[in-house]
């Protein structure tokens, strides 16, 4: 591990700001998005559990999202000393989407994977993701709603939600998928790269998923236990997930439907 030069990252609304980050001169084998949106609470406990993954040699990047508390400051002040963690920062809040996309656009691996801050997922469980990566899948989702995996711990109303919406997804498709709502993830590069998926917030992580899948990704699912977040709050505003769900049902229904179409009249 080296140090590299001081990088400057933009503001999504505001100048131009000079991080100084410390990271591997080599490219990792891969990297892991971490969108942070006020957990500077959970971040210490984070932080612990992420180090004992540093022999793996993996990148960490942390796109904190306008975070009114000290999200920022805790994790600028980690990468100090951590050359696995790179930190970047959107001025005001932008939202899951958009702070996944500049995560994506700092992630160097070959592999680029996404993950909570709260560890509501276990952070150490992320290798297995990648094996099923580097075995061939394109997109590998842990997954709380796949039939061997225990009952989740997070709350009943939450769950029934994520968990409907999942059932209307893998209807619509009608791909072996259970879980199409959680950001724990590994996906292969070019995954990211050419699939576009224009949500700022959390529905950023189903759209993602569908877009890769209708344009023919396969996808694995490593079953894994939902668990109850410990410190902080969670940022998802049930409104404005159900609409955004009912959109990409919609856009979902519309493709599924208009390939059928074509299909029955010779032109698939
Ligand atoms: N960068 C960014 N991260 C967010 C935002 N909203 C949520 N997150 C992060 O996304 C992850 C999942 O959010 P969380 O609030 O735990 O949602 P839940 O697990 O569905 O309750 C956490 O790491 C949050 O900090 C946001 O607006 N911007
Ligand atoms: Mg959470």
């Keep these: 591990m080296s140090a590299r030069p001081a990088v400057s990252v933009p503001l999504e609304n505001g100048p131009r700001v000079r991080l100084a980050t410390v990271s591997a001169s080599l490219t990792p084998p891969v990297s892991v998005v971490v969108p942070c949106y006020d957990e500077a609470e959970g971040i210490p406990s984070l932080l612990e559990r992420l180090e004992t993954m540093e022999p793996l040699g993996w990148e960490f990047v942390f796109v904190d999202d306008g975070s009114g508390d000290a999200t920022f400051a805790t994790l600028l002040s980690a990468a100090r000393t951590r050359p696995w963690m790179r930190v970047v920062k959107h001025g005001t809040n932008l939202g899951l989407g958009a702070a996944m996309r500049t995560g994506f656009a700092h992630a160097h691996a070959p592999i680029v994977?996404?993950?909570?801050?709260?560890?509501?997922?276990?952070?150490?469980?992320?290798?297995?993701?990648?094996?099923?990566?580097?075995?061939?899948?394109?997109?590998?989702?842990?997954?709380?709603?796949?039939?061997?995996?225990?009952?989740?711990?997070?709350?009943?109303?939450?769950?029934?939600?994520?968990?409907?919406?999942?059932?209307?997804?893998?209807?619509?498709?009608?791909?072996?998928?259970?879980?199409?709502?959680?950001?724990?993830?590994?996906?292969?590069?070019?995954?990211i790269e050419r699939t576009q998926f224009r949500a700022t917030g959390f529905a950023a992580v189903t759209e993602l998923m569908l877009r890769g899948m209708l344009s023919g990704c396969s996808v694995r699912e490593v079953p894994m236990e939902l668990g109850a977040r410990s410190l902080g709050e969670s940022k998802l505003q049930i409104g404005e997930a159900i609409l955004s769900h009912l959109a990409l049902l919609a856009m979902t229904a519309m493709v599924v439907a208009g390939r059928r179409a074509r299909g029955r009249i010779g032109l698939g």
Excluded: N
């Design 113 to 191: 994977c996404t993950m909570d801050s709260d560890c509501t997922y276990l952070p150490e469980r992320l290798p297995e993701l990648v094996r099923l990566v580097e075995e061939g899948a394109d997109i590998v989702t842990a997954s709380p709603w796949h039939p061997d995996s225990v009952p989740a711990r997070a709350g009943r109303f939450r769950s029934a939600l994520s968990r409907t919406v999942s059932r209307l997804y893998k209807h619509l498709t009608g791909q072996d998928v259970h879980t199409f709502t959680c950001l724990y993830r590994a996906y292969r590069r070019d995954v």
